[in-house]
Nanobody, 122 residues
C-alpha cells in the first residue's frame, strides 16, 4: 500500500513562493513516475506537473515557467517549487505515483493523500 504525505503549503501573497514536498512509502520510489496535482473549490483535480524516473518532466500550460518539479530518490521525496504565485493557484495540492507515465499524466488513481493547502491572496 502506497502512502503519500504532502506538506509545505500555506498562505502567501501573490508573487510569493513555496516549496511543496511529498514523501512516498510502500513503493519502489526510484522506478516510479511522480505527479503533482491540484484541486480548487468547485473544480476537477488537474495535473500540475509530472516527472518520470529518468527525469523527463511535463507541466500544465498555466504553470510553465513558474513551477518546477524535482525528485530525490534517496529520500523518497518529490518536490514542487512554486514561484510567482497567483490567486488562481489557490487549491489543495496532491501528489501521486505509478510505474506508468500515462497513468501519472492522466491522474487515474483510486486513492490520494490528504494534500496540502495553498492559498494565494491578492
Amino acid at each position: 500500500q502506497v502512502q503519500l504525505v504532502e506538506s509545505g503549503g500555506g498562505l502567501v501573497q501573490a508573487g510569493g513562493s513555496l516549496r511543496l514536498s511529498c514523501v512516498v512509502s510502500g513503493s519502489i520510489f526510484s522506478i516510479n513516475c511522480m505527479g503533482w496535482y491540484r484541486q480548487a473549490p468547485g473544480k476537477q483535480r488537474e495535473l500540475v506537473a509530472a516527472i518520470a524516473r529518468g527525469g523527463t518532466t511535463t507541466y500544465a500550460d498555466s504553470v510553465k515557467g513558474r513551477f518546477t518539479i524535482s525528485r530525490d530518490n534517496a529520500k523518497n521525496t518529490v518536490y514542487l517549487q512554486v514561484n510567482s504565485l497567483k490567486p488562481e493557484d489557490t487549491a489543495v495540492y496532491y501528489c501521486n505515483t505509478d510505474r506508468h507515465w500515462p497513468t501519472v499524466v492522466a491522474g487515474r488513481f483510486d486513492s490520494w493523500g490528504q494534500g496540502t493547502q495553498v492559498t494565494v491572496s491578492s
